[in-house]
């Protein structure tokens, strides 16, 4: 544990080194930069707000993308998987008309069908013709982003807009706010609960995680690997078509193009910086939410453009993955060098 | 030979393997030229580690090495190599899709101006390598398709092609037959006698003594002494071996067998181009009975355990457990009748990164309902540490706390995590693959006792194993596997090791 | 006639940079290397022939520039992959996503826009005429007019088939792949191999990216590679890193981009059309699939 955090604050702090560099060697300053940055995501009320409310759709496909990679299934559909379940919230949102308390749970569930299904195709292909889910879920991002295109372009475009969108949908399915804080983040909450515990307590988890680390053992020990990946594929999947729901419904209201933008992608980094820990996934969500929340106020303040988020983004995962190999080699060796000590003497 | 000047020298060798394990405990040694020198001891003595050292696979974390009169210190093989001195692993390392040629020459090919490969010219200088040491081996052939002799002998004439003096073999004829071993220890003669320095790891006794001019034991990490081979007897290398005498009587107790618990019947397993691993195999295990599988690797073990397990289906035949047909099957439903020990902890037997309890709790959270709660859907886990702990206690494990990793358990505390979860399914029918494979003599001992109390229990168990001496310690009935075929099915009391060991080699070659 | 030289052409340009980044991609699979960055590669060296090309109106400085932008990719994966041991796929992943951020942050810092960069500045990759095949029916008017760097890859298809499989580079190369300890032991270190087959790739990417933007457009966007990175990992994967095999799967997923255009002509939507290359390669996994299958059905 003690290790784990030694390790973030070692990778941020270099990776933070090296963007100074970078913003130095184009002439900006980087302590004003990075003081804006953090004070247009974390101190003040609305901020910080902010920040939790696009940790959304980071943290879900990172819960998704963390929870398939530890139980060893490859299913990097989360992008396909987002668009999807806001294409379904959408639809959902334009033809039912229900009163909000039951709105927005539908349409909630809705999205998580949409990922769901969409998930279940890249599964029932590896379950029935062995097609690798890797590839076959990078395909079908691809096919979703242009089908997703499709259907705001084609049947489901509001006449009234210039570029391709749907209308906004019911008003009964908007995420109330609270103050600042849009209600999305409850859900968010509640998932980073319910899959911590589904992962970590449910016997369906420990033959997850067991599988991810040695498929041969659990098979020989009697889990039901075909049906385990079933169940990672359907319910990462529906993690990440919640994703997309929670962001038209709080947000924009309606499907408009590029709504994924790179959200599940980050997520899937996110995973991976957090080496498939949940809670890490979690708090790292919220630490790149705030870097690309206050990277809008920074470019106000500093004329950074804030495209250098994700420049650091990829700095932060590549120094902190690459810090936490070494750290442990480290630590290792250093017990040997004490233990070769206390032999000689 | 034994007079030869002094060649090698290691002084004061300490080696910590991250984080804490001592592996060599200030060692010093000398090698002289022109001598084979054996080094022996059991596993984890050190013997590899040792001279992985002196080959530069793994540095020291102090000490310091002279050869040939210079302090030398080779930060990788390529160095030592360099320097002369080279290795052969116990793990063949060869490419198998590259024929032998393509494996001798990789590192040191001769080409034209493009870059490209002169075949012509490094085919010619291989094969007078291999003429000039009688090897005979083609250089054309690949390697997937030539014996673990062969593939053994590419290996040394890599080394000679490379012009080295001092040769590291380690555990050479563990992968050999006893007819090949001969053959391997002519070469060895032969090269010794042309002026090459041979270092030759082993735990067998015998070998060591017949082929060795000095041999130096090991134990623990620590040197015990270096004699002469014609000074020293095989007991006496024993004791210094294991550090007390050892005995090598069976503590198997008489017991009439009961009725039968597992019973085969005509499996077969072709593959798909008619390649026949298995064929035709008809035996039983009854209750009480340890029936012993021998045969020399690769005849039809691997696939013998992979049908009984289900992990592949046979062409033919049928499986009972008590009566009860299990060849169709799923991997599940046989863990309710079938204890399965497999052969290799990290890969089949245990995840290495999970924490002790749940690899201690595999296959029973499925069959005992008490893992369950709220209908099956959680894991209990207070029981599930509980059933850790009393495996811990009942087993002799020795464990920091059900939560500890794994992988930082030592392998014999790790397989008496196995065996012990295994045994604790309570199944009649024990298949034990490999049971005490790479154990230290004090694990090998008590998973041993096990075996023999499970028997007293009643219960039947196939055990395959590829140490004959093991499989005469245990079994009552001893099976032989020869190219898929089963050619033995002897009672032990009347049979013997040199029976057992032709069977194993030639078998009884029968039309089928 | 028409439509059959036109699918042709489409063909051929649609396979090109797959074709580059993929024979790139074979270098590594080969030394055993998880490289997923092509992607990332891909896109880096589009937006260095555009910047190129843009700035000096010379479209070889351009290309040159595209080789150097996406061999600093290269050279970040052997630093984290090769040196620090990270993981190849996190390294892999974390490129690309840097790709499409550093890319996306310059088009906004240097050329002050976002989405696309189009300018009549930006000097185009020649196409070649071949007068003397001009004028043969049909085989003239596809041999003649290619673009450079279409005959680029062919030759690097040649090129690389001969490194791979008939010099010391070569059997070195598939050694660190096979068995890196082997290599190691024979003296040569695998890390090396593996570092010199990610700069191969990286300067086959960076032709397919100079391809991209100043040969099958001329502009660069955001995100322009769409995806030819990954196609062209499936490709590997689906000839088993076969140059020749590579280029025949290229060929079809240009076929594919192809009919997806023929397609548009019959009132099919774009974005479905847009689809096909990646339906294309969803079929060609499943028949890859099946015959693995029955490979080792034992």
């Known amino acids: ?45 609305y901020p910080f707000a902010t920040t939790l409310r696009n940790a959304v759709p980071l943290v879900l496909p990172g819960l998704s993308a963390a929870i398939a990679f530890a139980s060893g299934v490859v299913n990097l559909g989360q992008p396909g998987q987002l668009v999807m379940g806001a294409l379904f919230a959408t639809v959902g949102g334009l033809y039912l008309d229900l009163p909000p308390a039951l709105m927005i749970p539908v349409l909630a569930l ?182 690309q929340t206050g990277a809008l106020g920074m470019e106000l303040i500093t004329s950074v453009p804030n495209e250098i988020s994700q420049v650091l983004q990829a700095v932060l995962v590549l120094v902190i993955v690459a810090s936490r190999e070494y750290l442990n080699t480290f630590v290792e060796q250093r017990a040997a060098r004490r233990r070769a000590r206390e032999a000689r003497t | 030979m034994t007079n030869n000047p002094t060649l090698i020298e290691m002084r004061h060798i300490v080696k910590v393997y991250p984080p804490s394990v001592l592996a060599l405990d200030d060692v010093t040694v000398d090698f002289r030229r022109g001598e084979i020198h054996s080094i022996v001891g059991e596993n984890g003595a050190g013997k590899s580690t040792l001279m992985k050292v002196l080959y530069g696979l793994t540095q020291a974390n102090s000490g310091e090495i002279i050869y040939k009169g210079e302090p030398v210190h080779f930060r990788e093989p390529g160095e030592a190599i360099a320097a002369g001195i080279g290795m052969v692993h116990q793990e063949i390392v060869l490419i198998p899709e590259y024929t032998v040629w393509e494996n001798i020459v990789l590192g040191v090919e001769p080409v034209n101006w ?150 085969v019947e005509n499996l077969s397993l072709r593959e798909d181009h008619g390649r026949v691993r298995l064929n035709n195999l008809n035996f039983e295990v009854r209750a009480g009975e340890i029936v012993g599988v021998a045969g020399v690797e690769g005849n039809g073990q691997f696939e013998l355990v992979n049908t009984l397990m289900g992990i592949q289906k046979p062409t033919s035949g049928r499986i009972f457990i008590r009566n009860v047909d299990i060849t169709h099957f799923d991997i599940l439903q046989r863990r309710q009748y079938i204890s399965f020990v497999p052969q290799d902890r990290g890969k089949m037997g245990a995840s290495l990164v999970a924490p002790l309890w749940e690899d201690a709790i595999m296959t029973h959270h499925r069959l005992n309902p008490r893992f369950s709660q709220w209908n099956g859907l959680l894991l209990n886990t207070r029981f599930a540490q509980q059933f850790t702990r009393d495996l811990i206690e009942n087993f002799s494990v020795v464990a920091p706390s059900p939560r500890a990793p794994f992988r930082t358990l030592s392998g014999g505390n790790q397989q008496k995590v196995i065996v012990g979860r295994e045994l604790l399914l309570q199944s009649d029918f024990v298949l034990l693959d490999q049971p005490t494979r790479g154990l230290d003599v004090g694990s090998m001992e008590y998973i041993h006792d096990q075996i023999l109390r499970i028997r007293a229990e009643g219960r039947a168990v196939l055990m395959i194993s590829a140490d004959l001496e093991e499989i005469f310690l245990l079994s009552d009935r001893i099976l032989v596997l020869y190219r898929g075929q089963l050619v033995g099915n002897l009672p032990v009391e009347q049979t013997n090791p040199q029976e057992v060991g032709s069977l194993m080699l030639e078998g009884q070659v029968q039309s089928s | 006639m028409k439509i059959l030289i036109g699918l042709i052409n489409g063909m051929i340009s649609g396979a090109t940079p797959i074709l580059l980044a993929a024979l790139g991609g074979a270098y590594t699979y080969y030394a055993g290397v998880f490289n997923i960055a092509m992607e990332g590669m891909l896109l880096t060296g589009a937006f260095f022939a555009v910047l190129g090309s843009y700035y ?134 695998s890390s090396r191999m593996r570092a010199l087959s990610l700069l191969a790739c990286g300067v086959l990417c960076g032709l397919g990216g100079s391809f991209l933007s100043l040969g099958y457009v001329n502009l660069f966007a955001e995100n322009m590679s769409a995806g030819r990175g990954w196609i062209s990992l499936a490709a590997i994967i689906l000839v088993n890193g076969n140059p020749l095999g590579i280029a025949l799967i290229s060929l079809l997923f240009g076929f594919s981009d192809g009919l997806g255009l023929l397609l548009q002509g019959y009132r099919v939507p774009s974005q479905f059309t847009a689809m096909v290359p990646y339906i294309a390669t969803l079929i060609a996994l499943y028949f890859y699939a099946a015959r693995k299958r029955r490979l080792n059905s034992a």
């Open chain 3, 56 to 189: 000096t109106g010379s479209w070889l400085i351009g290309v040159l520039l595209a080789i150097l932008g996406a061999l600093f990719l290269s050279l970040i994966f052997i630093l984290f992959a090769v040196v620090l041991k990270t993981d190849e796929f996190v390294t892999g992943i974390a490129l690309n996503l840097f790709a499409v951020g550093a890319t996306t942050y310059m088009l906004r810092k240097i050329f002050s826009v976002k989405g696309v960069f189009s300018n009549p500045a930006i000097q185009p990759i020649p196409a070649i005429r071949l007068p003397l095949a001009e004028n043969i029916p049909f085989v003239g008017e596809i041999l003649s007019g290619q673009i450079l760097m279409v005959w680029v890859a062919g030759l690097a298809t040649i090129l690389t088939y001969f490194l791979i499989f008939q010099t010391r580079f070569g059997l070195r190369l598939r050694a660190a792949g096979y068995n890196p300890a082997r290599l190691d032991s024979s003296g040569v270190p």
């Open chain 1, 1 to 45: 544990m003690r290790q784990k955090i030694l390790n973030a604050l070692i990778g941020i702090v270099v990776a933070l080194l090296l963007g100074a560099v970078l913003l130095l060697l184009q002439g900006y300053d980087p302590l004003a930069t990075y003081e804006a940055l953090f004070r247009y995501s974390l101190f003040g009320y």
């Open chain 1, 110 to 291: 809705l999205s998580m069908l949409g990922g769901l299904l969409w998930a279940g195709v890249a599964a029932l292909l590896r379950r029935f013709f062995d097609m690798s889910e890797f590839i076959v879920t990078l395909m079908l991002n691809m096919i979703a982003d242009f089908f997703t295109a499709w259907a705001i372009t084609e049947p489901f475009k509001d006449p009234a807009a210039f570029s391709p969108m749907t209308p906004q949908i019911n008003p009964n399915g908007w995420l109330p706010k609270w103050g600042e804080f849009n209600t999305m983040i409850l859900f968010m909450f509640a998932a980073v609960i319910l899959a911590w515990f589904v992962f970590n307590r449910w016997k369906a988890g420990y033959e997850w995680r067991i599988t991810g680390q040695n498929a041969l053992f659990a098979r020989l020990g009697g889990c039901n690997i075909n049906r385990n990946f079933m169940a990672v594929m359907l319910m990462t999947g529906a993690l990440a078509g919640l994703a997309g729901g929670l962001v038209v419904m709080g947000g924009p209201h309606r499907f408009i193009r590029g709504l994924g933008a790179n959200y599940a992608w980050d997520g899937v980094m996110i995973a991976i910086v957090a080496n498939n820990g949940l809670i890490a996934t979690f708090l790292y969500g919220l630490f790149f939410s705030a870097i």
């Open chain 2, 114 to 263: 493009l870059g490209k490969i002169d075949r012509q010219r490094a085919r010619q200088l291989v094969k007078q390598k291999i003429d000039e040491f009688q090897f005979n081996l083609d250089p054309d052939a690949r390697v997937e398709s030539i014996s673990v002799a062969a593939r053994q002998k590419v290996e040394i004439l890599t080394l000679l092609y490379r012009n080295v003096e001092v040769l590291i073999l380690d555990e050479p004829t563990a992968v050999l037959t006893p007819q090949e071993i001969p053959q391997l220890f002519a070469e060895l003669n032969r090269l010794r006698d042309g002026g090459h320095t041979i270092l030759f790891i082993s735990h067998r006794l015998e070998e060591v003594l017949e082929l060795s001019d000095r041999i130096t034991v090991m134990r623990k990490g620590k040197k015990v002494d270096t004699v002469p081979a014609s000074a020293t007897t095989r007991q006496e290398l024993a004791r210094m071996m294991v550090g007390r005498d050892v005995i090598f009587t069976t503590r198997r107790k008489p017991q009439p067998p009961g009725e039968a618990v597992l019973r």
